[in-house]
């Protein structure tokens, strides 16, 4: 599965950018049946959740981003959102989506970089 992260850029803190992954090479019926979520990486640190959402729209947070942002998905245009509001410096790092089907196959986008200046 081809993911493609956009989005990512230099913000101010305070700052809001909007993420967006689209899953071209999907069908919509296929699409809407992904638990799809945001991970993020920062230098020097693992790889976490920022947020899920399942395919009937459950989301989940991460502890340091809930209240912040927000995932959400149009299952016709194939795309995954995060909203990023209130921006930190600490929320620097590389943005992954991450697609996962019914079998527990799991895709990851190439990443796109979000850089928050203090």
């Known amino acids: 599965v081809q993911l493609q992260a956009s989005g990512g850029g230099l913000v101010q803190a305070g700052g809001c950018l909007r993420l967006s992954c689209a899953v071209p090479g999907s069908i919509t019926s296929v699409f809407s049946a992904y638990d799809l979520g945001w991970y993020r990486q920062a230098p020097g640190k693992q790889r976490e959740l920022v947020a899920t959402i399942g395919s009937g729209g459950r989301t989940e947070y991460g502890n340091s981003v809930r209240g912040r942002f927000t995932i959400s998905k149009d299952n016709s245009r194939k795309k995954v959102y995060l909203q990023m509001d209130s921006l930190k410096p600490e929320d620097t790092a590389i943005y992954y989506c991450?697609?996962?089907?019914?079998?527990?196959?799991?895709?990851w986008g190439q990443g796109t970089l979000v850089t928050v200046s203090s």
């Open positions: 991450n697609t996962n089907d019914s079998r527990g196959r799991s895709s």
